[in-house]
Every structure is written in structure tokens, then in C-alpha cells.
């Protein structure tokens, strides 16, 4: 193994440059030199590349959102797009590829692999952490730190005119970013897709809203309800109240990482490059109760309608009180 290929895919993450870095630094060590690939998968299938040395990963530990750029790519879902995408990799020498993602991008990979017999591995990447097989994905910690804080400086302003906000975090289909940042900022109800919306049990908690009160209801954007909707039916049932609505957006993917989601993807680009080098591939790397491990490609699924029994605990014991 001379050469090996990374891109970044999907959602970008903060956490993703120290994937980057590791990658080529552990990489180097073996004497395989890496090719940093682009946009995506769209950057394999136009060939836009640029060397990594260890000189140009020096730095980007502090950085946000990935040095390699990404891309949610239509083209490598279809045949056509990953054979185009293998006469690429051929032409540029590549010996393996590493993909640092969600489950979309891993589905890409598994399939460039059986149809083309491409040596892949997998790198969990996503602020959602929303994939079986591990604990963490790279760049949720952030997220959530990012939700947080935002959340705290909103208190400031709701609290200084006794409102009510209404504030929509991300998390794609999973209410994890809104669960642990809106428990961890002390919001008064966090509405999550994992729980039924209980809208008369929401209604009552803003009716018991002391007068001279903020309250923050945190909506993950996944939820069955419309953050709006919610604001809606809450503003018709108490017109006296001023109610606003905070939609945080992509500002929650932004952000220099946390030292955890550092180390977390500084041991993941780590374990790919050793994996690699053992001559296996289909594997994508997890971390579970502390251990970095290697999961076959196919199990990383999406992993919905799961919320650790604890916070569940810490919701109902904490929320408006
Ligand atoms: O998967 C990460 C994520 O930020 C989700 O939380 C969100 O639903 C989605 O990506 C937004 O995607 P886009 O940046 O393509 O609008």
C-alpha cells in the first residue's frame, strides 16, 4: 500500500480536519502517502485532488468544517457515476479510500467496494450521531457544546423580558443535539421526535410560567411537530405572553471542536490508516464505552428511537422546575 485517498462526505463536522490529519500522519509512518480528494465523492468522480503532506495538516486541528470540503453527491449513487469515480481512482494510483461520513456515505463506499473491489474504510462523521456501531460520531460533542452556549446567551435576553422562545436545533431525524444541549442550557421542555409531542402537557407549562419568567422550549428539528406550529398553537392559547421563535440552523455545525471530538477523530483516522494497512477493508470504525473497534460497513445504519435511558430520567425530573 503506497497511496491512499480521504474525502470527507455528507454534513461537514467539526472534528473532521482532525480526522485529516491523523489520517496522514499515521499514514506517513507506513510510508503511504495521502491524496486528499475533494468535494465529496463529486471530487472522485472529477478528479479534483490535492497532495496532504504533513506540512499542510499541520495546523487544522483548531479549525471547523473540513479542509477537503464535502458534498452530499447524486452522481455516486449511480453506477455510472462510481465506475467513472473507479477510472479515477485507478488513474491516480489509490490503494484504498477513506471515508469520513454519515450512513449515506458509508452505503456509497460499501458499494464502490463490492463492485469494484476498492479497499474502504469508514470514519463515523456526522453532528446527528444518529449510527449504530458507536458511541460517538465525530463533531456531535461540538454540537452540542455550540447548542449550548447559544442557548445560555438566549436565556440572557428571554429572561431580561420574561419570554418564551421556541428554539429549533438540528439532529436530522434524531433529538440527541436537542436532548443533551437543551438539558445541559436547562431549557424548560425539549420536544424530541424519540417522545410524543404531549401538546395540552406543553400548553400547561407555559400557563405556569411565573410572570416574572423566561422559558425555553427546545424542538429537535426532527420532531413530528413544526417549531413554528408549536410557537403557533402556543401563541393562539396565550396572546398575552410574548413568544418568539429561534431557528439555530447550520450555525450549530460551525465551530472550532471540541477536545474531545479532536481526540475522538484523532483515534478514528488513526485506527482506519492500521486497519488498512492489515489489508482489510468493508469496516467502519466506532467507539464503544471508551474502545475504539472496527464494525462491518453494512451494520452502520441509522440509529433512531434511541435515547439513553438517563436523559429521558433528567428530562422529566428536570424540565420546568
Ligand atoms: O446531518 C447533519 C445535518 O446538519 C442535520 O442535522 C441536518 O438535518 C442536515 O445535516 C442539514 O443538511 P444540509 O446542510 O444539507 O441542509
Redesign the pocket.
Known amino acids: 500500500m503506497k497511496r491512499i485517498g480521504i474525502l470527507t462526505s455528507?454534513?461537514d463536522a467539526p472534528g473532521m480536519n482532525s480526522c485529516i490529519r491523523s489520517i496522514v500522519i499515521t499514514a506517513l509512518q507506513y510510508q503511504i502517502n495521502c491524496i486528499g480528494i475533494l468535494n465529496g465523492y463529486n471530487g472522485l468522480i472529477q478528479r479534483a485532488t490535492i497532495e496532504l503532506s504533513q506540512k499542510n495538516v499541520k495546523h487544522i486541528m483548531p479549525l471547523g468544517g473540513t479542509i477537503l470540503k464535502t458534498s452530499?453527491s447524486k452522481d455516486f449513487f449511480s453506477y455510472e457515476g462510481r465506475q467513472k469515480a473507479f477510472e479515477n481512482y485507478r488513474a491516480l494510483g489509490l490503494d484504498g479510500l477513506i471515508v469520513i461520513g454519515?450512513d449515506g456515505s458509508f452505503r456509497g463506499a460499501k458499494a464502490f467496494q463490492d463492485e469494484f473491489g476498492v479497499a474502504v474504510i469508514g470514519i463515523p462523521g456526522?453532528?446527528?450521531n444518529d449510527l449504530l456501531g458507536t458511541d460517538y460520531t465525530i463533531g456531535y460533542d461540538t454540537a452540542i457544546n455550540t447548542a449550548m452556549h447559544a442557548l445560555d446567551q438566549l436565556r440572557d435576553t428571554a429572561q431580561s423580558h420574561n419570554r418564551v422562545f421556541f428554539v429549533e436545533l438540528?439532529?436530522?431525524d434524531a433529538g440527541l443535539i436537542a436532548i443533551r444541549s437543551g438539558l445541559a442550557a436547562g431549557a424548560e421542555d425539549i420536544h424530541i421526535p424519540e417522545i410524543k409531542t404531549d401538546i395540552p402537557a406543553l400548553l400547561e407549562k407555559i400557563r405556569q410560567k411565573p410572570i416574572d419568567e423566561s422559558m425555553i422550549i427546545v424542538v429537535s428539528?426532527g420532531d413530528e411537530y413544526d417549531t413554528f406550529e408549536l410557537a403557533k398553537q402556543a401563541k393562539d392559547n396565550f396572546p398575552e405572553l410574548e413568544i418568539k421563535t429561534l431557528i439555530l440552523g447550520?450555525l450549530?455545525?460551525g465551530g472550532s471542536p471540541t477536545a474531545f471530538d479532536r481526540l475522538l477523530a484523532s483515534r478514528f483516522g488513526l485506527a482506519a490508516v492500521k486497519t488498512l494497512v492489515e489489508g482489510k477493508s468493508g469496516l467502519a470504525t466506532g467507539i464503544i464505552n471508551g474502545q475504539v473497534q472496527m464494525i462491518a460497513l453494512q451494520k452502520v445504519e441509522k440509529h433512531l428511537n434511541y435515547v439513553k435511558p438517563h436523559l429521558l430520567e433528567l428530562m422529566d425530573a428536570l424540565c420546568s422546575r
Open positions: 455528507g454534513g452530499r454519515g456526522t453532528i446527528d438540528m439532529g436530522h428539528e447550520h450549530q455545525r
